[in-house]
């Protein structure tokens, strides 16, 4: 197992760096981050080139890519166009974005494997129609959408109700809250809406997933044997059935989590909040833009969870299927 997860991280290692290099190509022909500061008048020529030195645009692309990558491995992830560290402003602003993605992640697996096993041990039910025609629903909605429904539908009206904020839409918390209690209060009234917002784009797909897994796995003739077997139902279905029927669910699990990252940048940006979907967001369309060092932090940081994710849900096959040897 420790070869195989050397290997792993070795492969993702390679396909970062490879990503990492056509990305930073592109990014970096989109445009001129100094185009604002030329078009100052106000702005002197040798400060212009000042600029060009410390972003170094005055060396080939080759070499820049060449300098980036050496720095992100010595853990320096450049500088942005407005002369500020990117590495420093990428970890406060993780932090805030796995506020949201983490506890929507654990609530979409347990939400989208449990009405999944429902809808395919009930199958064609009421219980199975109204399951499916919600994961629908959302599955083909915008976060966009859901997020300002969310909004205007849910937290307007519960405030309303009780005539005070309950559940915040702007923001990840009140800079004046003090208090541990009162931190902790703030802090999940802010972080109800996003959560929500992810919860209802991503367990929609996994809850489907999940149904026609375990259907394939409940046909399949050695759930017949132990079923003639006499075994009781819910150890055919639990001990049997529903860990083969994990194995495939997990494969999406661990690749949605990009598509997570990104339901995180419009989210962050319809609530307000200051995370990695922002940073990354006005690193494209900022006053001064393409911000090529913030682009490139935010696609490293997330392409190396992507790959963690990946290796974790390989070991996860083999606790699922003791079958699963790694060679």
């Known amino acids: 197992m420790g070869a195989y997860i050397l290997r792993r991280v070795g492969a993702g290692l390679l396909v970062i760096a490879i990503g990492s290099f056509f990305l930073y190509i592109l ?7 100094l185009s604002a500061l030329m078009a ?6 040798a400060t212009i080139q000042a600029a060009r030195v410390e972003l170094h645009l005055n060396e080939p692309l080759l070499q820049r890519y060449w300098t980036w990558i050496t720095g992100v491995v010595h853990g320096n992830f450049g500088i942005s166009t407005l002369g ?19 506890p929507a992640v654990v609530i979409s697996v347990v939400l989208g494997i449990g009405l999944g096993v429902m809808s395919a ?18 599955y083909a909605t ?30 990840q918390n009140n800079p004046g809250t003090t208090g541990a209690w009162s931190v902790l209060v703030d802090d999940l009234a802010h972080d ?34 132990a079923r003639a077997k006499g075994l009781s139902r819910r150890r055919v279905l639990y001990v049997h059935a529903l860990r083969n029927a994990l194995i495939p669910v997990t494969t999406v699990i661990a690749l ?40 490139m932090g935010y696609t490293i940081v997330v392409a190396a969870l992507i790959v963690a994710f990946n290796i974790i849900a390989d070991i996860v096959y083999g606790l699922l299927d003791p079958r699963i040897r790694y060679a």
């Open 256 to 295: 949605d989590f990009a598509a997570i990252m990104g339901g995180a940048v419009i989210t962050e940006i319809v609530f307000g909040w200051e995370g990695m979907g922002r940073f990354f967001y006005e690193g494209l369309t900022g006053p001064v833009s393409p911000d090529v060092n913030v682009v």
């Open 121 to 138: 041990v009930r199958q064609y039910s009421v219980a199975d129609h109204i399951s499916t025609g919600l994961a629908y629903i959302f």
């Open 40 to 45: 100052n008048p106000h702005i002197s020529p």
């Open 192 to 225: 109800v809406l996003p959560v929500l917002t992810l919860v209802l784009i991503t367990y929609a797909a996994w809850s489907r997933y999940q149904r026609a897994s375990l259907l394939d796995v409940l046909n399949a003739d050695y759930i017949r044997l």
């Open 142 to 171: 915008p976060v966009f959408v859901i997020a300002i429904l969310l909004k205007d539908f849910l937290a307007v009206k519960i405030d309303n109700a009780f005539g005070r904020p309950i559940l915040y839409t702007i923001g």
């Open 27 to 33: 990014v970096s022909l989109s445009g001129n981050p």
């Open 84 to 102: 500020q560290p990117v590495g420093p402003q990428i970890w406060p602003r993780m932090w805030v974005t796995l506020q949201m993605v983490i």
